[in-house]
């Protein structure tokens, strides 16, 4: 009668000392200066629900909200109660804040149907394109018949076989159709109209012929330093295909040096990505790091030369400054994308440390780099480059402090100690193996989230890179840093020869890869509950507390179950109501659209299909039943108990199909509502139509694209499970009229 309190007393000891542990845990993480990682997962959980939210909230309630809670806990820390609850509570709703203000800010008008315009107005950028074609972003100054009011800011028209050439800053004048910005193609998918939102750009589409020059009045002083910036880049580029002339060495350097992969063959891209290198062309830490390095010790080098400079005045300061310059520099030719400017940030920081003698590289560096990222950007948040870049930065520093910590007080002294070649030879070792330890972590951390955005992995990525990387950091990478140097002095000449040949070999590599990768890499979409848990994981792995960290495998052993019982969708339908995707009678995936169009591409690609298969999975016209008003096609063989009106056996044994009509004309809704079991169509629908499911212009006008999820044994026809890619509106969200 006795155990009983006792074994609850050694109950509580036991979650006291659990509770203790913990805390000690996460104190000695926060000693150790974690609290800023700690302070921005808390601001990135914040923007993520205000992402995920059904409703556009109230911005003053927000703000409201978060001053209140700073305030709760300024007065709990100063009593010593609860401030860390209050803390967390505060960043989170700081992050939902800073997400709904940018989101006032950017807001502009967006055009709600596609409309025949009249266009004026500023070149912002022009974007090479394939088939030489030609992408310009309109800085709109007219657009009849469109009023003020209703008139984007921002537009991207594409232009056919233009030879011209358009700087920043330059005023045109052209008839365009335009659309509203597009929707994602599937749930899940890239959102185009979410992208366009936050870049201002309120309809997309193309001229109707060659832009004419138009007066418009004075260049606006942004523009103008673009178009500084623009004439440099295209200089520069100019330079390096005079040199590597425009194959694939002379489109890899442009590429590397200044940003713009349009000389790029587009062969060459998809070989990159098949290995696992694709990498290489996104100007991150290892070029910044290069170039900003490269300039820190050459001008130390030469202030040191100067016994009085060095010993009199704060050298480290001053190539610090000119290392900062340079990777500003680097920053603004190279296009400034997310990679970019977290790798600018994390340079400066960098050199901080090093002037304040602090360690260079720190997760409270990668913390204040997202942190200022995401004051001013929030939707960076949800851009696979940014994701994969924070990724691949946190994993990377977390294994190389793992590894620090584990080898403890062993140094370069004991290695020099066994003879001079010998400690070479392990020096090359060591060098080649932190090459591999460092792609098979980056390749880790990244690869989930690549799979889930591209629907694709690099199986062979670790090996290609242990042979590629050598080539990039000993040579493709310094003599980019040379060439750039030697450019205002005309000797690029050799530097930029030297990188070509490199190059050229790294291309050699990444298409062998390419062929020796089974199915190209494409392993079809992956569900995101299953995304979610990997990174969280991952994110547990890395920057957990100590000796809780193995609680890891937990989440991950979730992740790995989720993919394992994930089932594709059976059927998808466009947000325009004019195509689909479907599973014919053997389970086979086919696609009305073109498989080499983008709509095509990307749900054969989430289907797992590579590319090569593509062009078998169309379902034309000629394989279903089709009339000027409507198309017919069965698809999805269900059991024979389960009898579907309207279609005979298929005499397969497995039992009959499912009706679908993709109705064009109205005279078709008569005979057809009656006799199929799903419509798609980009009409609106009877209100009295018999088919059991409708997916007409004014429902999916309310859903955009739909993935579709058929279950026979409920009953018949098949019950549908669907999931839209979105429910609410939200600004981003298309707002398209009902179709008539």
């Known amino acids: 009668m006795q155990s009983r309190p006792l074994s609850s007393k050694r109950g509580d000891d036991t979650d006291t000392t659990w509770s203790q542990a913990f805390s000690a845990a996460l104190r000695a993480d926060l000693d150790r200066g974690r609290g800023l990682v700690w302070a921005c997962v808390a601001f990135v959980l914040g923007i993520a629900g205000y992402f995920q939210l059904p409703r556009e909230p109230s911005l003053l309630a927000l703000l409201t909200a978060t001053a209140a809670l700073w305030v709760f806990f300024l007065a709990a820390h100063r009593k010593g109660r609860g401030a860390w609850a209050l803390l967390a509570c505060a960043l989170i709703m700081s992050g939902a804040a800073a997400a709904c203000l940018r989101t006032a800010m950017v807001a502009a008008p967006v055009l709600e149907r596609a409309r025949s315009v009249d266009l004026s107005g500023f070149v912002e950028l022009a974007e090479p394109r394939a088939n030489g074609r030609t992408r310009l972003t309109l800085r709109v100054i007219a657009a009849p018949p469109l009023r003020q009011g209703d008139r984007p800011e921002r537009v991207r028209v594409s232009l056919r076989g233009s030879d011209a050439t358009y700087a920043a800053g330059t005023a045109v004048r052209l008839r365009a159709r335009l659309m509203p910005p597009a929707p994602a193609v599937m749930p899940g998918g890239y959102d185009y109209s979410f ?62 040096i200044v940003g713009d992969r349009s000389s790029i063959p587009p062969e060459v891209t998809e070989a990159l990505r098949t290995a696992g290198l694709a990498h290489i ?262 920057i957990g507390p100590a000796g809780y960290r193995r609680l890891s495998i937990v989440p991950l052993a979730f992740a790995g179950l989720f993919v394992a019982l994930h089932r594709p969708p059976d059927m998808f339908v466009s947000a325009s109501g004019k195509a689909i995707a479907l599973r014919d009678s053997d389970g086979i995936m086919q696609v009305t659209p073109r498989p080499s169009s983008f709509l095509g591409d990307v749900w054969l690609r989430a289907e797992g299909v590579p590319a090569l298969d593509r062009p078998n999975r169309h379902l ?3 394989r279903m039943a089709c009339d000027e008003r409507a198309c017919i096609v069965s698809a999805y063989p269900v059991p024979d108990d389960h009898r579907v009106k309207a279609l005979p056996s298929t005499g397969n044994g497995r039992g009959h199909g499912l009706v679908i009509s993709l109705v064009s004309d109205p005279e078709a809704f008569a005979q057809d509502c009656a006799r199929v079991d799903v419509i798609v169509t980009a009409l609106r629908a009877p209100a009295d139509c018999a088919a059991a499911y409708v997916f007409d212009g004014d429902r999916l006008a309310r859903t955009g694209a739909l993935a579709v999820r058929l279950d026979p044994k409920q009953g018949a026809p098949p019950q549908i499970t669907l999931r839209p890619s979105y429910k609410t509106l939200r600004p981003w969200t298309p707002n398209r009229s009902p179709r008539p």
């Open 620 to 622: 034309s016209r000629r």
């Open 281 to 542: 062309l996104a100007i991150s830490g290892l070029h910044m790091a290069l170039f900003a390095g490269a300039v820190f010790f050459s001008v130390r080098a030469v202030l040191a030369l100067s016994a009085r400079l060095s010993q009199e005045q704060p050298i480290d300061l001053w190539a610090a400054g000119a290392a900062l310059g340079a990777a500003t520099f680097y920053l603004a030719i190279s296009g400034g994308s997310i990679a970019t400017q977290r790798a600018f940030v994390m340079i400066a920081l960098v050199l901080a440390g090093r002037l304040l003698g602090r360690r260079a590289l720190t997760l409270r560096n990668a913390a204040v780099a997202a942190f200022l990222i995401l004051l001013l950007t929030p939707e960076s948040l949800l851009d696979p480059g940014f994701q994969m870049s924070f990724a691949a930065v946190v994993a990377l520093i977390a294994a190389y402090e793992e590894l620090t910590r584990r080898r403890g007080h062993r140094d370069a002294r004991e290695i020099a100690a066994s003879g001079s070649v010998r400690s070479a030879l392990n020096q090359v070792m060591i060098w080649f193996g932190a090459i591999l330890f460092t792609s098979l972590i980056a390749g880790a951390a990244t690869g989930a989230i690549g799979a889930y955005h591209f629907h694709r992995v690099a199986p062979l990525g670790p090996l290609i890179n242990l042979v590629a990387m050598p080539l990039v950091t000993v040579l493709v990478m310094p003599m980019a840093v040379l060439a750039l140097a030697m450019l205002p002095f005309g000797l690029e000449v050799f530097p930029l020869s030297v990188m070509g040949m490199a190059l050229e070999q790294v291309a050699s590599i990444s298409s062998w890869a390419q062929a020796a990768t089974p199915d190209e890499g494409v392993i079809g979409a992956l569900p995101i509950s299953a995304i979610l848990l990997l990174v969280g994981g991952g994110g547990l792995l890395c």
């Open 195 to 256: 992208r366009a939102f936050f870049d201002g750009v309120g309809a997309s589409g193309f001229a109707f012929g060659s832009p004419e020059p138009a007066d418009l009045g004075p260049v606006p002083w942004d523009l103008r330093l673009m178009s500084a910036i623009d004439r440099l880049r295209r200089a520069i580029a100019q330079r390096i295909l005079q040199t590597l002339g425009t194959g694939v060495a002379g489109g890899l350097a442009v590429a590397l």
